[in-house]
C-alpha cells in the first residue's frame, strides 16, 4: 500500500512538474509573441512617421558666386539644365513633402564645369540651350577651342548626389567659386506649361 501511495505520489509531483513547465514554456512565447507585436507596431509607427514626398518637376535653387557675393534664385526643369557662371546644373529628380508634413525637398543634381568660351562671365542663371545657341552664332578667336557641347570635366561632375533642402551642408556642391543649394521643389505652374495664345487677325 505504501509503495502504491509512493508511486502515486511520484506521478503527482511529476504531472504537476510537466504542467509548470508547460506553463513556463507558455509564459515565454506569450511575451516573446508580445514582444514581437511590440516590435511590428513600433516599425508601423515610424513607418507612419516617415515623411511622404510627392515628386515635382521642377526645383527652386539658390547659386552664390563667392567672390562678387552675387546669389540668385532661379528655376530649373528636370531635363533643361541651366548654366550659371561657369557650372552647368542639371536636375534629375526633386521630390517635396505634403503641405501637411514638415517641410522638406530632397533633388538629384548633376554639377559639371562648362567650358570657358561657351560661359565665359555669365552672372544671370540662363538654359544651357540658349548657350549654346548664342556662343554657336558668335565667332570665336582662331586660337580659341571649338564650341561644342558644355563637356564634363575629364575627372567627371564637380557633384553628383542629393541635396536636402532642411541641411543644405550635409550634401554639397564643393568649389572655391561657386556654391549651390536647394530651396524647394514644386510643379510648372499651368501658364508655364501652355502656350502664349496668339489672337486670330
Request: aromatic share 6%; with cysteine; glycine share 4%.
Amino acid at each position: 500500500m505504501k509503495r502504491l501511495f509512493c508511486t502515486a505520489a511520484i506521478a503527482a509531483l511529476t504531472l504537476s512538474g510537466a504542467a509548470a513547465q508547460e506553463d513556463t514554456i507558455s509564459d515565454e512565447s506569450s511575451a516573446e509573441t508580445e514582444m514581437a507585436s511590440d516590435q511590428e507596431m513600433e516599425e508601423e509607427e515610424e513607418a507612419s512617421n516617415a515623411p511622404s514626398y510627392s515628386q515635382e518637376r521642377m526645383a527652386t535653387l539658390r547659386a552664390l558666386d563667392k567672390i562678387t557675393g552675387r546669389s540668385a534664385d532661379f528655376e530649373i526643369e528636370v531635363g533643361n539644365p541651366m548654366v550659371f557662371g561657369v557650372l552647368e546644373i542639371d536636375l534629375k529628380v526633386c521630390f517635396q513633402t505634403p503641405p501637411e508634413e514638415p517641410p522638406e525637398s530632397a533633388a538629384f543634381l548633376q554639377i559639371v564645369e562648362a567650358d570657358y568660351v561657351e560661359t565665359n562671365t555669365l552672372t544671370e542663371p540662363r538654359l544651357a540651350s540658349e548657350v549654346r545657341a548664342e556662343m554657336s552664332d558668335v565667332e570665336a578667336p582662331a586660337d580659341a577651342p571649338a564650341v561644342t557641347e558644355i563637356e564634363e570635366d575629364a575627372t567627371g561632375p564637380l557633384f553628383s548626389g542629393w541635396m536636402f533642402a532642411s541641411t543644405p551642408g550635409l550634401s554639397a556642391l564643393e568649389h572655391p567659386v561657386y556654391d549651390v543649394w536647394v530651396i524647394r521643389c514644386r510643379q510648372p505652374s499651368p501658364e508655364s506649361l501652355s502656350s502664349p495664345v496668339v489672337p486670330d487677325e
